[in-house]
């Protein structure tokens, strides 16, 4: 890496520091012998580096700046003891991979899974994940999505504040537990992506302010902290080595990047497809790695390679709208031909494709019916949308049963990828809300910030109302989130949990093989009255096509009288009569069998 401390086989340490503010730098070590203070030359262009005989993997060091402040590495690989806290020299081939021969997944086969390691039991740990690792794979579950785990302040967080991109935070395990996690994912046949986020730092032990205000741009700002100047050289480079990092280092099988609108890039070419090159030409180049954007612009041209695609939250808008009937906020959007939407979403990717949104005024995406079903990833939950509910419910406590058994049809039976967040494959009920773990001013800053976004919202006009909103700092926020696994095991849950196996087993047996045969830019979808048409053409011949009603009344369809549903929620030999909430599932005779539920 350019960035960092590296260790060489002799035992000295190499270490480079970027802090083009500083006037001066010293390097402390701490080590078996003792703390050691060394003065760091500058080589120019904002670089300081020394060269420090007889370190060890486990040694301690900081850097301090200007005589005034000492101040960890922000390319540390690992800081046990919290962001303010020094650095720990790491050996990255300390770890005996036991996965060499693991190429990962072809986008098609990803049903992916988004979790939060702290919240996904209750020990919060890598090594607790990786205990429930073969029930997602036995129930056909092919891919997880870590949430951020770049280290970030307090003990508990969602990680999108993250301050050290290149240490993974301390609370969940040590960077050789996190390594023996993929490797224990990759041998049970389960991918790994990683969240990461390129667009801030969070504000709490960011320290690079002191050394490195070039890092930042001062022409742009994010929702969440001063954007980064990702248009100079050494900038982008921090990040793309990053991602090469996880992706090298760690054999993450693919990124998430946290909100690409947010990245705000002066040069002639924007960072993010130059991530995206560097991916693809380098890790990419020798297994499926793969990359999925989260944009709220729709920007479809980044859609256009093989393995880049984009949560479309279009799609679950749409569908939100149907399930609940709730319209405030950006819901608003989707209040009116919401059916229409959904089908666009299904058949075309994105609702927006140009047109103009009544929440912002402004027009917002770029076509996108040429692209193929892989370029979206498609959900009914993820972290956002359940915690950007004052009381983090789930749909599971919104929605009644018919209505959701037929959302996840739809969902694990279209040809885009599918996500779920977890718990939803057994319907857990703990909510997922906003946590951290801040403290003083900015505890209250957030606290009160929390409260002030629902004021918009007609149920909590009344302050009183906003006051019994969760406090993110409290523990007990945290707490509320945790899953329980045992809960896996009670009847409702066991029987949600074997249906959405279930599911995923038609979509493994007859979706999958099918999704390379769609001819992009040919979907196409229809709306009469409450029911929804949506047809995939293959280019071997016929068409996939779902139909599904998504209403409490039944619904006549008479141009499926005498066809035979390769699946159905209600009765796979149906006739031309709807079910309420009823999805069917046709496809050509010669890809399967008919299937009942």
Known sequence: MSFGAQLDASGTGHFRLWAPSAHSVALKVLGPEGLREEPMRSSGDGWY?????????????????????????????????????ASMLVDPLDYEWQDDDWQGHPWQELVIYELHVGTITQAGTYAALEACLPELARMGITALELMPIAAFPGN???????????????????????????????????????????NHFGPDGNYLSHYARELFNPGHRTPWGDALALHLPVVRRFFI?????????????????????????????????????????????????????????????????????????????????????????????YATHTLERLGRALAEGFVYQGERSSVSGKPRGEPSSHLSPLAFVNFLQNH???????????????????????????????????????????????????????????A????????????????????????????????????KCQLMQEDRETPACREWLEYVTSLLELRRRAIIPLIADIVPGT???????????????????????????????????????????????GDVSGGDTLQPWEVRLYAPNRHAEARYP
């Open 444 to 479: 209250d800053a957030v606290r009160e910030g929390r409260r002030a976004e629902f004021a918009v919202f007609e149920a909590f006009s009344d302050e009183s109302r906003r006051a019994c909103i969760p406090d993110p700092n409290a523990h007990a926020t945290f707490a």
């Open 49 to 85: 580096e020394a060269r420090v005989a007889d370190v060890a993997a486990g040694d301690r060091y900081l850097y301090r700046i200007d005589d005034a402040i000492e101040v960890p590495d922000p390319a540390s690989r690992f800081n046990p003891e919290g962001v303010h806290a």
């Open 156 to 198: 508990r967080g969602w990680g999108y504040d993250g301050v050290l991109p290149y240490a993974p935070h301390a609370t969940y395990g040590t960077p050789n537990e996190l390594k023996r996690l993929v490797d224990g994912a990759h041998s049970l046949g389960l991918s790994v992506l990683l969240d990461v986020v390129y």
């Open 523 to 569: 979907s196409r979808y229809a709306v009469r009255e409450n029911v929804l048409t949506v047809t995939w053409p293959l280019a071997s011949g016929g068409a996939l096509q779902m139909i599904a009603n998504l209403a409490d009344e039944r619904a006549a369809a008479r141009e499926l009288a005498g066809k035979r549903a390769l699946y159905s929620t």
């Open 241 to 333: 080595e990053n991602a090469l990092y996880w992706l090298e280092e760690y054999r993450f099988d693919g990124l998430r990047i946290d909100a690409v609108h947010a990245m705000y890039d002066d040069g002639p070419r924007h960072f993010v497809d130059e991530l995206i090159d560097a991916v693809q030409d380098g890790p990419g180049r020798e297994r499926h790695v793969h990359v999925v954007l989260e944009n709220y612009h729709n920007e479809a041209r980044r859609l256009r390679r093989p393995r880049v695609s984009q949560w479309n939250d279009d799609f679950h808008h749409a569908f939100h709208v149907i399930l609940t009937h709730e319209t405030e906020g950006y819901y608003a959007d």
């Open 384 to 442: 956002d949308q359940i915690a950007n509910r004052a009381f983090g419910e789930r749909l599971v406590t919104l929605v009644p049963r018919a209505p959701l058994r037929a959302a996840y049809a739809v969902l694990l039976l279209a040809p885009q990828i599918p996500m779920l967040f977890m718990g939803e494959e057994y319907g857990a009920e703990q909510p997922f809300l906003y946590f951290c773990d801040y403290h003083g001013t900015l």
